[in-house]
């Protein structure tokens, strides 16, 4: 079956770099979209950034746009997603996540078919 494996997390001082790892395995994922979420305390889950894995095609939430890069490996089946310029605010519990590629994007967490167990970031004043 699939899993996803996530890595990379930690403490971080704001203006600060983190690169998350999300170890992808029990399928080939050339017709998959990979994709990461973040969830804080007490906020729903929200879309960070996603990659369509055949073109590498991507896709980023607002609010990362310019300090976030999704991309990934092909030959180690992994996706990272690189973040710099860190704030506060991006502080969470970040999820790696799995879909299959239907046609359409579609980048809302249910269209998703499997996830990670996550990993903390968290960025301090």
């Known amino acids: 079956q699939v899993q996803l494996v996530e890595s990379g997390g930690g403490l971080v001082q704001a203006g600060g770099s983190l690169r998350l790892s999300c170890a992808a395995s029990?399928?080939?994922?050339?017709?998959?979209?990979m994709g990461w979420f973040r969830q804080a305390p007490g906020k729903e889950r929200e879309f960070v950034a996603a990659i369509r894995w055949s073109d590498t095609m991507t896709y980023y939430a607002d609010s990362v746009k310019g300090r976030f890069t999704i991309s990934r490996d092909n030959a180690k089946n992994t996706v990272y997603l690189q973040m710099n310029s860190l704030k506060p605010e991006d502080t969470a519990v970040y999820h790696c996540?799995?879909?299959?590629?239907?046609?359409?994007?579609?980048?809302?967490?249910?269209?998703?078919?499997?996830w990670g167990q996550g990993t903390q970031v968290t960025v301090s004043s």
């Open positions: 996540a799995a879909q299959i590629w239907i046609g359409v994007w579609r980048l809302e967490s249910g269209a998703y078919d499997y």
């Open positions: 029990g399928r080939t994922f050339s017709n998959y979209v």
